[in-house]
């Protein structure tokens, strides 16, 4: 081959070169604050308005914390100590943490027993939240509830045992007659579990005070964010399985079931949830057989899970709306029947698209349960405005104490909000 060839031959190289780093611009936080902080000049000026009402806030608000006091008795003990500077009086919650948290009245001794129903709490919960979890679990997420009122409220074992019984009951029943239809199963089963309740009763009133391991603590006695956790945790738990019933019942051809479903669910989202409150607290007890002596816990909790609920059973109507008719035909050409269809193709979905509507509803009730104090519950708003701003020590201390109560309620309405992110993310299974 002659020298001229050769020239003309193109050289292909067997190796790619090693690539260049992109520019700063291009990645990293720069690109970041460009693309979502000045991505235009009018998104530029609300980013510089924003920061600069930050730093007022911050300049004005930190210092103030900052040169808090977290060791004094009283308000005035406080001043003292600050000679005329701004700044917090921490000290009231190092001194009445535990009235915060656990009431006025609760026994010091047994701060233990609500302090480990609460760790458990997450055991509990954790089968049920996160489904990769062994089976299994769920045994201890079903006896978790008549574990915790005991450790809670103390006195003899054999209350959380009838407890157990009647839902054991009331299951069974559920069982034989969900065949026909949910809602039937549903309530047949509420009311079997209400009948042993109410027999059970009668046979351990007379051993109340045996077999008793750990020391009675009346309701009366509970206050704190204890009893906000107790009230939100409870009633949001009986509120999505009786939302779901009547949400079924209001969709059924039943005309008597549909028609009560219809009243009731209509009628509470037109009452406000003080009212009902104030029902629980006068008129409720009245309800009752004579001397059964219903708990004020009990009607509340019985009140705001019914308000809770119809609230809820619109949401999921609203997620068995938006399914296509082809859904309910697939559970019949498949030859299943209402149950099963409801359980293993309808109700899945419904809820999947409900996640949004009713985790905003468990949030909302979580913060409602504050109004509690209005009917003399002492919840930690109740502590607050009541025993603790009551005495001379402490009378004129807001902001500490309400900016703590706001740090405990956003917390846990946070992680709620996180976690059902994650379960939408997670149930996210269509097709994009």
Not at 97 to 122: I, K, S
Not at 249 to 262: A, D, Y
Not at 356 to 380: C, H, R, W, Y
Request: proline letters at 5%.
């Amino acid at each position: 081959m002659s020298d001229t060839q050769s020239h003309n031959v193109a050289f292909v190289r067997e190796t790619f070169l090693p690539e260049s780093a992109p520019p700063s611009t291009a990645t990293g936080p720069v690109k970041w604050i460009k693309d979502n902080l000045f991505a235009t000049w009018a998104n530029g000026l609300l980013t510089v308005a924003a920061l600069y009402l930050i730093f007022l806030v911050l300049s004005s608000t930190m210092p103030w914390i900052f040169a808090g006091i977290w060791n004094a008795e009283s308000l005035a003990a406080c001043r003292e100590v600050l000679d005329g500077v701004s700044g917090a009086c921490f000290a009231v919650l190092t001194e009445r943490w535990n009235q915060l948290l656990f009431g006025f009245t609760y026994p010091t001794d047994q701060y233990w027993r609500p302090t480990l129903a609460f760790v458990l709490l997450f055991v509990a919960m954790a089968p049920v939240l996160f489904f990769d979890l062994p089976r299994k679990l769920l045994i201890f997420t079903g006896l978790y509830p008549f574990l915790a009122f005991w450790l809670i409220w103390g006195g003899t074992i054999l209350a959380p045992l009838l407890a157990l019984a009647g839902v054991v009951v009331g299951y069974l029943v559920y069982d034989r007659l969900v065949k026909n239809s949910f809602a039937a199963g549903f309530f047949g089963g509420i009311v079997a579990a209400f009948v042993v309740w109410y027999i059970g009763g009668f046979l351990i009133s007379d051993t109340a005070n045996e077999n008793a391991m750990l020391q009675a603590v009346p309701s009366r006695d509970l206050g704190g964010f204890m009893l906000n956790m107790m009230l939100g945790i409870t009633c949001v738990s009986l509120s999505v399985p009786l939302g779901i019933a009547l949400a079924l019942g209001r969709q059924s051809n039943l005309p008597l079931i549909k028609g009560i479903c219809v009243v009731f669910i209509e009628f509470i989202r037109g009452v406000p949830l003080i009212t009902l409150l104030f029902v629980a607290n006068v008129m409720l007890a009245y309800f009752f057989p004579p001397g059964s002596g219903v708990d004020l816990f009990i009607r509340v909790v019985i009140m705001i899970t019914i308000f809770s609920a119809a609230y809820i059973a619109e949401v999921i109507r609203g997620g068995l709306a938006a399914l296509p008719k082809g859904q309910y035909e697939a559970g019949d050409s498949l030859g299943l029947d209402y149950a099963q269809s409801m359980r293993l193709i309808i109700l899945p979905q419904a809820l999947k698209i409900s996640i949004p509507g009713i985790v905003n509803i468990a949030v909302g009730l979580f913060k409602d349960t504050t109004l509690v104090s209005v009917i003399s519950m002492f919840d930690i708003v109740g502590m607050i405005r009541g025993p603790i701003l009551a005495s001379t020590d402490w009378n004129g201390v807001y902001w500490e104490l309400f900016m703590f109560a706001s740090v405990l309620f956003f917390v846990v309405c946070y992680g709620i909000s996180q976690y059902s992110q994650w379960l939408e993310r997670r149930l996210a299974t269509d097709h994009r």
